[in-house]
Nanobody, 122 residues
């Protein structure tokens, strides 16, 4: 079994910063793409940023230049540095990772964390 645990959410004023962390644990041989998604009340879950195992990154247009995603493969972790936060960034942020759990099976399975609330006040 694999668990993803997020941390670092909270309440911040507009213009402030937060750093989200997500650590994967359990039966892990390797990780492929890791990413952050967010879901505001009444809206669908949307991609925020992803990072590949080779450290290529991709961002939603709404966060480009403000958010930075990074990963530490030795710690099976992914991070999201969020600067210049806006009220519209308010959402539950979810971590996602592609996990290979067996050396006998080359397939990757996607896992989600439980989510962490980010609230930006105006």
């Amino acid at each position: 079994q694999v668990q993803l645990v997020e941390s670092g959410g909270g309440l911040v004023q507009a213009g402030g910063s937060l750093r989200l962390s997500c650590a994967a644990s359990g039966s892990i041989v390797s990780l492929s793409i890791m990413g952050w998604y967010r879901q505001a009340p009444g809206k669908q879950r949307d991609l925020v940023a992803i990072v590949t195992s080779g450290n290529s990154t991709n961002y939603a247009d709404s966060v480009k230049g403000r958010f930075t995603i990074s990963r530490d493969n030795a710690k099976n972790s992914v991070y999201l540095q969020m600067n210049s936060l806006k009220p519209e960034d308010t959402a539950v942020y979810y971590c996602n990772a592609g996990v290979r759990s067996s050396i006998l099976d080359t397939r990757y399975r996607g896992y989600w964390g439980q989510g962490t609330q980010v609230t930006v006040s105006s």
